[in-house]
């Protein structure tokens, strides 16, 4: 594969189906100039598209259980369920 990418890096975005960044690979294709930087952007794309598929395949093959010992995460902050307790109150000196 990676001789394929080397000769045509456009056709990994074409697979892919991502026409804009075919397109884009294409142009940079055509002046010899850019041509390792499409070569660049074809095997990092090839790269990052082979480990979603890998991390896909893992979360099929072992679930994770939803309960309460799982944490909730939304983006890159951890939300942490408060859990009910004493509440102190403030003393007067």
Known sequence: MS???SLLPCAAFFKAGR???????LCMQLSIVLWPMA??????????TN????????????????????PK????????????GRQRVAQKV
């Not at 099929?60 to 939803?66: E, G, L, R, T, W």
């Open 73 to 84: 995460h939304f983006g890159s902050r951890k939300v942490v369920e408060k859990k009910p």
């Open 51 to 70: 480990v979603e598929l890998m991390l896909a395949d893992y979360a099929s093959k072992y679930p994770v259980p939803a309960g309460p010992h799982v």
């Open 3 to 5: 001789a394929n990418i």
């Open 39 to 48: 070569v660049g952007r074809a095997r990092a794309f090839v790269k990052q």
């Open 19 to 25: 026409i804009g960044a075919g397109i884009a690979t």
